[in-house]
């Protein structure tokens, strides 16, 4: 069985998580990234 994968909801996925993980680095560490 073969599953078709979204490239743009993939995306979106990883770009959440990332916005996620350097929101929480930003919180924690008081540091802005970018």
């Given amino acids: ?9 993939a995306a979106a996925s990883v ?3 990332v916005k996620a993980a350097a929101a929480e680095l930003e919180a924690e560490a ?3 990234t970018g």
């Fill in 1 to 9: 069985m073969t599953t078709v994968i979204d490239g743009k909801v």
């Fill in 15 to 17: 770009i959440e998580a």
């Fill in 30 to 32: 008081g540091v802005k």
